[in-house]
Nanobody
Framework: QVQLVESGGGLVQAGGSLRLSCAAS????????MGWFRQAPGKEREFVAR????????YYTDPVKGRFTISRDNAKNTVYLQMNSLKPEDTAVYYC?????????????????WGVGTQVTVSS
C-alpha cells in the first residue's frame, strides 16, 4: 500500500501561483511513477502531469504546458506541482496518484493509489 497526502491548495487570483505537494508513505516511493490529476465540478477527472520514477521524464496535458511543472524528491518521498499563471479554468480538486507500471499513461484507472485531493480555486 502507498498512502498519498496532498497539500498546498487554496484560493488564488488569476495570474497567481501555487505549489502543490504530495507526500507518500508505505512502499518505496521511487518504484512509482507519479501523476497529478484534477476534477472540476460536473466534469470527469482529467490528467494534468506525470513524472517518471527517477524524475527524468515528464509529461503534461496541453492546457498546462508552459505554466505547470511537476517534480519529485525521492529522498523526501514527495512529488510537487508548481502552478504558475493560474486561470479560472484551473479551478478543481487536484489529486496525486501513483503508478507501478513503466508504461506512460494518462488514464486514471491505470493508477494504483490516490490521495484524497486538495482544492484549488482561481478567482477572476
Amino acid at each position: 500500500q502507498v498512502q498519498l497526502v496532498e497539500s498546498g491548495g487554496g484560493l488564488v487570483q488569476a495570474g497567481g501561483s501555487l505549489r502543490l505537494s504530495c507526500a507518500a508513505s508505505g512502499r518505496t516511493f521511487s518504484n512509482y511513477a507519479m501523476g497529478w490529476f484534477r476534477q472540476a465540478p460536473g466534469k470527469e477527472r482529467e490528467f494534468v502531469a506525470r513524472i517518471s520514477r527517477s524524475g527524468g521524464s515528464t509529461y503534461y496535458t496541453d492546457p498546462v504546458k508552459g505554466r505547470f511543472t511537476i517534480s519529485r524528491d525521492n529522498a523526501k518521498n514527495t512529488v510537487y506541482l508548481q502552478m504558475n499563471s493560474l486561470k479560472p479554468e484551473d479551478t478543481a480538486v487536484y489529486y496525486c496518484a501513483a503508478d507501478s507500471e513503466r508504461v506512460v499513461t494518462s488514464t486514471p484507472s491505470r493508477y494504483d493509489y490516490w490521495g484524497v485531493g486538495t482544492q484549488v480555486t482561481v478567482s477572476s
